[in-house]
């Protein structure tokens, strides 16, 4: 089991950056895919980002086409922690993030991303971390 937590978001311009940071508080994300999620107001949950568990090799990550050039997902298993740096913020990018754990496919050791990214797929999530994007 494992428990996760949110933080970095914000208000920010359109153009401007932000990095949110998904920490296990409980247990330990290193074993588990991560997933980013964000829901806008009226709105489904929608898939953004996840990268793999590092063991035994490299993770590797996967973004939707419409963040994927300015989303960067990457992990710091010493910290326990998964980031996702956001640049080139726009107005549509406006909601609620949420960090979760998978669990649900694995391949030589590791736990993969299951592409697309569902909601069903991950099994722990976060509280959320609200990011508004506005002049």
């Known amino acids: 089991q494992v428990q996760l937590v949110e933080s970095g978001g914000g208000l920010v311009q359109p153009g401007g950056s932000l990095r949110l940071s998904c920490e296990s508080s409980v247990g330990s994300s290193n074993n588990y895919a991560i997933g980013w999620f964000r829901q806008a107001p009226g709105k489904e949950r929608e898939g953004v980002s996840c990268?793999?568990?590092?063991?035994?090799?490299?993770?590797?990550?996967y973004s939707i086409p419409s963040v994927k050039d300015r989303f960067t997902i990457s992990r710091d298993n010493a910290k326990k922690t998964v980031y996702l740096q956001m640049n080139s913020l726009k107005p549509e990018d406006t909601g609620v993030y949420y960090c979760?754990?998978?669990?649900?496919?694995?391949?030589?050791?590791?736990?993969?991303?299951?592409?697309?990214?569902?909601?069903?797929?991950?099994?722990?999530w976060g509280q959320g971390t609200q990011v508004t994007v506005s002049p």
């Open positions: 979760a754990a998978s669990r649900a496919s694995s391949f030589l050791g590791s736990y993969r991303c299951l592409i697309p990214i569902r909601s069903s797929d991950y099994d722990y």
């Open positions: 990268i793999s568990s590092s063991d035994p090799g490299d993770p590797d990550s």
